[in-house]
């Protein structure tokens, strides 16, 4: 359950690349007093840097001093307790593959998957815990706009399945639609299409008083976030665990946690900080040439256009925020993995005022 081959293709092209350098230098020495002045010149620069541990990793287009001084401050001891939890694979495969085996007793438990797309998240997700899995999703796009960032914007309707980036990838990991939902290929799963502002509470009321043992979450947007957590609030219990895809995009899935952990003051805990979910996707290409293909144009547009880009772009801004303003564990971070770590969990270890009864308690205190 691994699913990391696309990033041993990357470290093998770094390798590569750090190589032909090397060789390089050796035959033209220049080169080497070069690439030193220009390290040397990197370093006084971080010195005198008013931006350092200002921005996101992953996301340095984001500055925190956009938001209030409790939700900097959240952010701040978010990133210090990430840091010490990161692992090599991807998050929701992980908590998947930890949960303990299905018994007689947690047969109710719900594992869901918001955000399904395509459907391999969900399947692999039962897969990996030997357990049904509902997937929800519109299949039609996202349903409102999602602001990543200070400048991107992903416009309502994308990842609709009609896409002919999803209808390839479709085709070529042997999905099939019918009427407009991916077929389970043999899993233990359900899928759900529509809104989960209209799919969810249903959902839960059809199956009462079960609780959710692993939250997925991939919605993106900080409303669908937001909504989705108040809707199953009464399903957490001590121990479920939250995946959250995108949580590093600070005005979406990490925004809509931290106001609901603080307004019901729950006790919780990082668990892990890894690969998110998209690029898993093209794990699950059947022919081994086609993957081969999407490995590459996934590391060239990660190069071109994703996090890969703020080390080249100089004549950005991101240029600047990531080699000057972040931690150089979070530098060498980033340069090893060709894809994105932004999917983070969490377990809940204390359910606050979600706890029953809590609020008679208090009353009687």
């Known amino acids: 359950m691994d699913r990391t081959n696309l990033h041993h293709v990357w470290k093998a092209i770094l390798i590569g690349v750090a190589l032909v350098v090397a060789t390089a230098c050796y035959f033209v020495p220049v080169l080497l007093v070069a690439i030193g002045l220009v390290l040397l010149v990197l370093l006084c620069a971080r010195v005198v840097y008013p931006g350092r541990d200002r921005y996101i990793p992953n996301l340095y287009a984001r500055d925190i001093r956009v938001y209030d001084d409790a939700y900097r401050s959240f952010i701040g001891h978010t990133l210090s307790d ?32 918001l955000g399904a797309w395509i459907g391999w998240s969900t399947r692999l997700i039962s897969d990996a815990s ?42 070529d990991t042997g999905v099939t639609l019918h009427d407009g939902v991916p077929d389970t290929l043999g899993r233990k ?15 839960l009321a059809a199956h009462p008083a079960a609780p959710i ?26 121990g479920s665990v939250l995946v959250f895809d995108e949580y ?15 307004k019901y003051e729950l006790e919780w805990r990082y668990r892990a900080w890894g690969l998110e979910i998209m690029e898993m996707n093209v794990e699950m290409v059947t022919a081994r040439r086609k993957r081969g293909v999407y490995y590459l144009l996934w590391i060239v547009g990660y190069g071109l256009i994703g996090d890969g ?9 991101q240029f600047w925020r990531f080699w000057l303003g972040a931690q150089i564990s979070d530098i060498l971070f980033l340069l090893a993995v060709g894809g994105q ?18 609020e008679h308690d208090q009353a009687d205190g």
């Open 248 to 262: 590093l995009v600070t005005s979406g899935e990490m925004l809509a946690f931290y106001e609901f952990q603080r």
């Open 309 to 317: 880009s703020y080390v080249w772009k100089f004549l950005r801004r």
């Open 82 to 113: 990430l840091r010490a939890c990161r692992i090599r694979g991807h998050t929701l495969l992980s908590e998947a593959s930890l949960l303990p085996g299905l018994c007689p007793q947690d047969s109710d438990e719900l594992l869901l998957d």
């Open 189 to 203: 799963v359900r899928f759900v299409k529509g809104s989960t502002y209209e799919t969810l509470a249903p959902f």
């Open 130 to 171: 030997g357990r049904p899995v509902y997937g929800f999703d519109t299949f039609s796009g996202l349903v409102e706009d999602w602001q990543v960032d200070d400048q991107a914007v992903v416009q309502r309707g994308t990842f609709s399945l009609s896409e002919p980036f999803a209808q390839r990838l479709i085709r």
């Open 213 to 238: 043992r692993l939250f997925h979450m991939d919605l993106d947007t900080y409303e669908s976030c937001l909504h989705a957590l108040e809707t199953c609030k009464d399903r957490f219990i001590e």
């Open 341 to 358: 770590r932004k999917s983070v969990s969490i377990a809940i270890t204390g359910l606050g005022t979600l706890r029953p009864n809590a």
